[in-house]
Structures are given as C-alpha cells and as structure tokens.
T-cell receptor
Framework: GAGVSQSPSNKVTEKGKDVELRCDPI?????LYWYRQSLGQGLEFLIY????????KSGLPSDRFSAERTGGSVSTLTIQRTQQEDSAVYLC????FGGGTDTQYFGPGTRLTVL | GESVGLHLPTLSVQEGDNSIINCAYS??????FIWYKQESGKGPQFIID?????DKRQGQRVTVLLNKTVKHLSLQIAATQPGDSAVYFC????????????FGKGTRLHILP
C-alpha cells in the first residue's frame, strides 16, 4: 500500500477484555515497530520485528502484551486482560531495512480506551 | 491523535514568523538525531535528521542545530505556515549498539493567523 495502515482506528473495551491491534506495513519493509503514546508522553518503544522474528521485545510492559508478525508483513499486537493504564494510542512503524538510521514510516495509530 | 498533545509545552507563533523548538536529549553518547512532526490524528512524520559529527543541517524551511556540549537540539522553522501546526518531538539514537530510538515528549506548535 501507499503507507502504513492500522486497524481499528479506535477501540473502546472493558477492563479485563482482550484486544487485538493490526498493522499493515509498507510493502517490502523488513522492519516493523510497535510504540505506545500515552497522554502528554513521548513514544514508548514496545517491540521490534525484523522479518517475522522479534530480536527486541524489551519494551513490552508486561506478559499481558504479545505481538506476532506473519509472512514478513502484517503484525498484530495483542493485549490480554486489558487494564485502564493500557489506554493510549498504539503506533506502528515500518522501515526498509531496520537499524536506527533507517527512516521509519508511521501509521495513524489505534486509539485504545479501556473503561 | 489530538489528545496526546494535551499537557505538552506549547509554542504559539504568528504566521510568517520563524519558530524555534528546543529539545534536551538524555545520552551524551547518542550519535544520531531526528525531528518528527505529528499532526492531529496522524502518526509521526520524519522531518530532518542530523549526525553527531555535524552541528547544523538545513532542509526546506527547516534547520536543525545540535549542541553536543549541553546535549541540546533545536528545530528552526522559517516563515511558518498554518500547516506547520503540530506536535514536534526529537529522537536520539545510539548507532551500532542496539540502535534503539529514544523519543522526547514533544512541543505543540500553534500557528496564529
């Protein structure tokens, strides 16, 4: 596609429910990143994929968070037993090769609200 | 989206004037820096980058200045336009280590008509 897309754009859920967020990176980009952006905060790194493998999961805040990437393309971020503090905008980005100097292109984000 | 810009420092600038947005970075070993622009409801967008062996880099209407002595980065936008209204934040990277990007919290730029 023309850019990184994410779905849904908005998700409202009840505390304790599981949610799945989807990211479609730019075609051909090998690296994919998930970030979280909370109110008034900077971007918080969650996880990085190179192809289908995740060499860096260090940012996942708890074991309720998991992510996978299949076919070197689409990625899903799953949050189990959601808590109110999980409310944030979840951003996905992709880059052609990976590495800090490779330009990351961001999707529009998914706004998650946990009631 | 819009709500992530709440509670951020805000800079209001008259349309046509120049603006300067500042960022203090955290790690003196960081060797690559990026400025991002985030408009309401959109993801961050790359504006300009600079490596630590430079102290100034110019783009189209934007200039980034790097002062490694005081770990300070600034973004200058010339002749601001309504479309420049957004949240701007800097990012620092330690290359050839884990290449992890650390993002600053951002500044909201508001262009006054």
């Amino acid at each position: 596609g023309a850019g990184v897309s994410q779905s849904p754009s908005n998700k409202v859920t009840e505390k304790g429910k599981d949610v799945e967020l989807r990211c479609d990176p730019i075609s051909g980009h090998t690296a994919l990143y998930w970030y979280r952006q909370s109110l008034g905060q900077g971007l918080e790194f969650l996880i990085y994929f190179q192809g289908n493998s995740a060499p860096d999961k260090s940012g996942l805040p708890s074991d309720r968070f998991s992510a996978e990437r299949t076919g070197g393309s689409v990625s899903t971020l799953t949050i189990q037993r959601t808590q109110q503090e999980d409310s944030a905008v979840y951003l996905c980005a992709s880059s052609l090769f990976g590495g800090g100097t490779d330009t990351q292109y961001f999707g529009p984000g998914t706004r998650l609200t946990v009631l | 989206g819009e709500s992530v810009g709440l509670h951020l420092p805000t800079l209001s600038v008259q349309e046509g004037d120049n603006s300067i947005i500042n960022c203090a970075y955290s790690n003196s070993a960081s060797d690559y820096f990026i400025w991002y622009k985030q408009e309401s409801g959109k993801g961050p967008q790359f504006i300009i980058d600079i490596r630590s062996n430079m102290d100034k880099r110019q783009g189209q209407r934007v200039t980034v200045l790097l002062n490694k002595t005081v770990k300070h980065l600034s973004l200058q936008i010339a002749a601001t336009q309504p479309g420049d209204s957004a949240v701007y934040f800097c990012a620092e990277i330690l290359m050839n280590r884990d290449d992890k990007i650390i993002f600053g919290k951002g500044t909201r730029l508001h262009i006054l008509p």
